[in-house]
């Protein structure tokens, strides 16, 4: 009897733990400028069926566009995109109750952050307007030192428009850390930095620069599941280009395109991932478009379309895979809503849910454990 008793103990355990493996928090960074938005949400998502829930919020934060959460899941850290204005945020995080505690923020030193990461150590911006990379220590507590270290990029490159200046779009640690890669889409460059987390001035000191294909405006890259291979998308003319990667180097693979044969309209590519099984790559498209691609990853690291689609919404400008690969989620900076979609693991190919998370101006989704 006590066998039994024990047995079916350990088996309502399981599938207790189980019930709750499958149920993370997806933390959304808004545009709070547009519409009425609060600025950061946190929802319960479920990875076994999609469904969500609301069960937390922000309260006055500005234009909090883009999000990392700390190794420890207890910190989250925000840029402000507020022009001259602009800052970066510090908030410790109750992952049960997706509770958010302000704790406070810091200069960035260049208008309009638009990515932000961190370690243990340091907080990281890419300063958009302001063309700079902006290094902040951490406390004890989890808030933010003043900036240690500003870099200052100057250049320009021959979209008048769009690269009269430096504009720093994304700062990327390599997965083991030992550099940063910044993809500066105004200067038509991805410059690669050795990183030193314990340092205290040469936090960041140049190793090399790639130049990218003239107007192309690099703005978000991803390293394959390997670390062998990063793929940089381009903004302004939809290009996808593959390196390989060796110790803080790039050597060039492919150069491939997003935009479909017969496109006509405006380009404006926005953000790219790979699912986690490794053998796919997602890319969207803004623009005229509203689309996303998926690629297969062949074994030498290059890329084959498998399809396109519609976004089912306008401006998709971030979007996250969830940690079990099974469902992917769009978030529409002008439709305001998060679309979801279910990957098929064999094809990559993606389905429509019909499920869809409303509010104000999604731009920046991050999935962490509970």
């Given amino acids: 009897m006590k066998k039994i008793a024990l047995l079916i103990f350990t088996l309502f355990f399981a599938t207790v733990t189980n019930a709750q493996d499958k149920i993370y928090n997806l933390i959304i960074g808004t545009y709070t400028n547009s519409c009425e938005s609060k600025g950061i949400y946190v929802y319960d998502f479920s990875t076994d069926t999609g469904d969500f829930a609301l069960k937390a919020t922000t309260e006055n934060v500005i234009n909090p566009s883009y999000l990392t959460v ?6 989250v850290y925000s840029v402000n995109e507020n022009g001259s204005e602009s800052t970066v945020s510090s908030f410790g995080f109750n992952s049960k109750s997706g509770k958010l505690n302000f704790l406070n923020k810091q200069n960035t030193h260049g208008a309009d952050p638009c990515y932000i990461i961190n370690d243990d150590k340091n907080v990281i911006s890419a300063n958009y307007s302001g063309g700079t990379i902006s290094v902040f220590g951490k406390n004890a507590d989890g808030s933010l030192t003043e900036a240690k270290l500003i870099i200052q990029h100057s250049g320009k490159s021959v979209n008048e428009k769009r690269q009269e200046s430096a504009h720093v779009h994304m700062v990327y640690f390599s997965p083991d850390k030992k550099f940063v890669l910044a993809n500066d889409l105004g200067m038509d460059k991805i410059l690669i930095y050795k990183y030193d987390k314990n340092a205290s001035k040469e936090i960041l000191t140049l190793k090399e620069t790639i130049d990218t294909k003239k107007g192309s405006g690099p703005r978000h890259l991803v390293f394959s599941n390997d670390g062998k291979f ?29 935009e479909a044969k017969d496109f006509k309209g405006e ?45 089912k919404g306008k401006g998709p400008r971030n979007f996250v895979i969830d940690p079990t690969g099974k469902f992917l ?19 990559g190919k993606l389905t ?4 869809r998370i409303e509010l104000c101006s999604p731009v920046c989704l991050v999935f962490s454990k509970q």
């Fill in 70 to 75: 700390s190794e420890g899941n207890d910190f």
């Fill in 230 to 258: 990063v793929y940089v998308l381009h903004e302004l003319d939809g290009s996808l280009t593959t390196y390989k990667y060796k110790n803080g180097s790039l050597k060039l693979v492919q150069e491939t395109t997003i």
């Fill in 267 to 311: 380009t404006s590519s926005a953000d790219i991932h790979i699912s986690p099984n490794g053998k796919f790559l997602y890319t969207t498209n803004r623009g005229d478009a509203n689309t996303i691609n998926t690629f297969a990853i062949n074994k030498k690291g290059s890329l084959d379309l498998v399809n396109q689609i519609d976004t």
């Fill in 329 to 347: 989620l769009i978030g529409h900076q002008y439709t305001n809503n998060v679309v979801i979609f279910k990957i098929d693991k064999i094809t």
């Fill in 352 to 355: 429509d849910t019909g499920k």
